[in-house]
């Protein structure tokens, strides 16, 4: 009676089975049906006896129908889909039906080549039937490792150089595929194609984002010099959907992962940004096309370039901040006096200097002086917890308050030799330094008291400068000043020293102009 029933099962998949192929040698379902279909009659061949016939046989009559439809038929899509599903679904069963040496797989790859340049001058339905094309041919090498070996430069290839979108598209899809399954033959393309996320269409952009992603996320790959440029310059897209994806990506999803990328990715970024790849120390071996596609040089785009680099400080830890300000000082800022950053308008290396004085200035490099970032969530703890919280916060100020000593210590220096030095070339660039200077008083206020009253003069001279500036930015809500016992103060309503009186002044030795007295 068991047996039976089997029979019966085995007659009615072989019925059923008939129906389906009956469907897909008409070549008239939509090509998503056909996958479907092409997928259901897999799934009844145990019952149906296992011989897997009916596949080479519907694999000569998609060649035929490949060989004589046109690329604008319905017929030859169906084909298509076809095709790649059955290699797919057969070699993964052991039949061997597509290998590199089958003439399938060289017809559907100059469909995929052909029809997607042809697309490029006719622009309707060639370049759809040719994406589509190269949809097939991926699903025939992820089942044939030495065709992906010979055919992945042809994906990279279209992927960098088709004008369709639809087939970059796909060919990055492909590769997706590809790198879960062949990730060490496709590592060495990570760089080409991660010039993907600044793909000419905004589609193409997000899709890269989405697929690069995952990548990261599920560790089929790692984070490459290429690939970091890509998704920080992703943040400032010009579609602001694209721009928001690529925050939520990268910023909420992958740094967080990688604690020290922002960090250690700063500096060479800065200079990369301003298109200054030649520099001695900050050397940056770049293709003429990402180059085109990573380079905001200019005035003009200063604002892009300073959103990238804001975001990354935004999330960095308190160390790395106090470290990045002073790798800043140090690779920017005294570079200029040194020689070795140069000033004339002509180079590439001026706006370096603006944009490291901006970031220096911004709210983003500040540190939080060791408060807890979390917030008030330790209160439910276990008593221990808290203790040890407690206690790792105190260190963790303390450290800080220490690395913020030292940090300022180092930097002023650098900061007046260079104010000293764009006097000297009359930059307008000086007004920026003062800029930094004034936020290094409002947050280092007792290091640079501690700065300062052992250098009299210079607490005059920056007592001045700061005093012009503000006359020039008025209104100001506060305003730094030298007390008369030589301490830095901030007057209350936007008045210096003392409340109410007026600041005497006195001649600065070798400047013309008038310093407060102390």
Not at 156 to 171: D, F, G, I, K, S
Not at 508 to 514: A, E
Request: glycine share 8%; hydrophobic share 45%; aromatic share 4%.
């Amino acid at each position: 009676c068991g047996a039976q029933r089997g029979a019966m099962a085995a007659g009615a998949a072989a019925s059923l089975r008939t129906e389906l192929l009956g469907i897909l040698k008409g070549f008239g379902a939509a090509p998503s049906l056909a996958v479907l279909v092409v997928q259901a009659a897999a799934a009844l061949e145990p019952a149906a006896g296992g011989s897997y016939g009916w596949a080479r046989e519907l694999m000569s009559s998609c060649e035929a129908t490949l060989r004589s439809a046109g690329a604008e038929t319905a017929a030859a899509h169906a084909a298509l889909a076809t095709v790649g599903e059955l290699a797919m679904i057969c070699n993964a069963s052991g039949l061997g039906v597509c290998t590199a040496a089958k003439p399938i797989v060289a017809l559907v790859q100059g469909i995929a080549i052909d029809n997607s340049r042809d697309g490029e001058a006719a622009g309707g339905g060639g370049a759809a039937y040719g994406a589509a094309a190269f949809i097939a041919l991926g699903k025939f090498c992820m089942r044939d490792a030495d065709l992906a070996k010979r055919l992945i430069t042809v994906f990279t290839h279209e992927l960098a150089a088709n004008a369709q979108p639809a087939v970059r598209n796909n060919a990055l899809v492909v590769l997706f595929d590809l790198a879960k399954r062949y990730g060490d033959l496709v590592d060495r393309h990570v760089p080409a194609m991660a010039l993907a996320i600044c793909d000419d269409s905004p589609v193409v952009r997000h899709q890269a984002l989405m697929l690069f992603t995952q990548l990261l996320l599920e560790d089929y790959l790692k984070w490459r010099p290429a690939l970091f440029r890509a998704f920080c310059v992703a943040t400032a897209d010009a579609e602001p959907l694209v721009a928001a994806a690529a925050r939520n990506c990268f910023h909420s999803l992958l740094m967080p992962r990688s604690p020290r990328l922002a960090f250690d990715g700063f500096v060479p970024l800065l200079f990369i940004l301003n298109g200054c790849v030649d520099h001695p120390t900050q050397k940056a071996t770049l293709d003429g096309r990402e180059r085109d596609k990573v380079e905001m040089a200019g005035s003009a785009h200063q604002g892009r370039r300073l959103a990238i680099l804001r975001g990354l400080l935004s999330k960095m830890s308190d160390e790395q901040r106090l470290q990045c300000t002073s790798k800043l000082c140090q690779e920017v800022l005294a570079a200029v006096p040194d020689g070795t950053l140069a000033l004339d308008p002509a180079t590439k290396q001026q706006p370096v200097l603006a944009d490291a004085l901006a970031l220096l200035a911004s709210r983003e490099i500040k540190v939080s002086a060791g408060a807890n970032k979390d917030g008030d969530d330790d209160d439910d703890a276990p008593p221990a917890a808290a203790a040890s919280a407690a206690a790792n916060a105190a260190r963790g100020k303390l450290l800080t308050q220490v690395a913020r000593k030292a940090t300022v210590e180092s930097i002023v220096p650098i900061v007046i030799e260079l104010k000293r030095h764009l006097e000297g070339e009359h930059s307008p660039l000086l007004k920026d330094v003062f800029m930094f200077l004034r936020e290094l008083l409002r947050d280092h206020k007792q290091h640079m008291q501690d700065i300062l009253s052992r250098d009299r003069q210079l607490g005059l001279e920056i007592e001045f400068e700061m005093r012009k500036m503000q006359n020039v930015e008025k209104p100001m809500s506060e305003r730094v000043s030298l007390s008369p016992g030589g301490r830095l103060s901030l007057g209350s309503n936007g008045a210096p020293g003392s409340a109410g009186g007026r600041t005497p002044t006195r001649r600065v030795p070798g400047s013309k102009s008038k310093a407060p007295a102390p």
